[in-house]
């Protein structure tokens, strides 16, 4: 080269490291400027761009969009530690609710990313415009990384520490659950077993105190038996059993997972109980595992949809506009009847 010029190919690139310092700022400085993590006042903010703009910086991609205001990009994490597997296994809860709110996500032009492991080194180096958390725990570390983060969150379901929060779509199980329990007592029901999930999170806990509280009120014998969903038919199938086979057996079996349901047909078989002629059974969740089971299992349908869809105009929301409702958003359940409880449809309304 005549000239003495570096050529374009071999020059080197301009660093972060090569804006802090023109910009008479830290490193992490000129990070937030560009990702908008932390508010940075705008002399500073003009000083590192024009710095950047000087010396022919280019930021990080995400970066970069995050600078424009939104990457186009919304975050799903599903809590539930069986969520996963639970899927796999054919339960169709998270399934039903993840294809939902992709689908409800691209119609608005943008797209749904998975992310299994917030509180992960990699992923808090994720992009993402907000992030719905699906059946979120009590105090929920996951929720608060996130807001920590400065991510607008939306959470399918509420944190039951949080009952009141304007930014989750809340999911009144009470009329359904009642729904269902007036059926078994129809049907002649007085000695009850709940087999529940073990997860801190409102389905949990909001569907058995809602069972609690109306079994006391109409003077029903109750047990409750918390039971780990991951260890799906097999270990329901073993607890329910030993249930029914004791010298005080339930008549009605209230299931939490669909696969609880799987395991107490199971045991019932095992023990030549006849259903629904000598035990009643009911899911607090629906699949093909309680749609095809013989008999069929009269559920609660939990309206997946309806929460992803909610859940995604919710964050739309947030984005656009920054102030909640000023009514909560709510689904509310559905009783699916089937023969468990008699022939389909006994006891509905």
Avoid at 121 to 144: F, L, N, Q, S, T
Avoid at 167 to 183: G, I
Avoid at 186 to 192: D, F, K, V, Y
Avoid at 226 to 253: C, N, R, Y
Wanted: proline fraction near 7%.
């Amino acid at each position: 080269m005549h000239n003495g010029c570096v050529p374009e190919e071999t020059r080197r690139q301009p660093t972060i490291k090569d804006v802090a310092a023109a910009a008479g700022v830290s490193i992490s400085t000129v990070s937030h400027v560009y990702s908008r993590a932390r508010p940075i006042s705008e002399p500073t903010a003009a000083r590192v761009t024009a710095a950047a703009e000087a010396l022919g910086y280019i930021p990080n991609p995400s970066a970069a969009s995050l600078r424009g205001g939104q990457v186009g990009i919304f975050g799903l994490v599903l809590r539930p530690r069986n969520a996963v597997h639970g899927s796999l296994s054919g339960t169709e809860t998270f399934t039903r609710f993840s294809g939902a709110a992709a689908a409800a996500t691209l119609a608005t032009g943008r797209g749904l990313l998975h992310v299994p492991n917030v509180l992960a080194e990699k992923a808090r180096r994720v992009a993402m415009d907000g992030c719905i958390v699906m059946g979120p725990y009590e105090r929920d570390d996951v929720v608060a990384a996130l807001k920590k983060r400065h991510v607008p969150v939306v959470c399918a379901d509420v944190d039951p520490s949080n009952p009141d929060d304007p930014w989750a779509v809340h999911v009144d199980y009470r009329p359904a659950v009642e729904q269902l329990l007036s059926a078994a007592a129809s049907g002649g029901a007085q000695r009850l077993a709940l087999i529940a999930g073990s997860e801190a999170n409102n389905w949990t806990m909001s569907t058995r105190g809602t069972i609690q509280e109306w079994c006391s009120a109409a003077g029903l014998s109750l047990t409750a038996h918390d039971l780990f969903e991951g260890v799906g038919s097999t270990g329901a199938e073993g607890l329910a059993f030993d249930l029914l086979g004791s010298s005080t057996p339930p008549d009605t079996i209230v299931v939490s997972s669909t696969r609880f349901a799987g395991g107490v047909l199971a045991a019932a078989k095992r023990l030549s109980i006849r259903i629904p002629e000598d035990l009643r059974v009911c899911a607090l969740t629906d699949s093909a595992l309680t749609r095809d089971a013989e008999p069929s299992i009269t559920s609660l349908d939990l309206l997946l949809e309806d929460q992803a869809k909610a859940c995604v105009d919710l964050l739309i929301r947030a984005l656009s506009e920054g102030s909640p409702p000023l009514q909560p958003v709510i689904v509310t359940p559905q009783v699916r009847w089937r023969a468990s409880l008699g022939s389909p449809g006994e006891g509905a309304p």
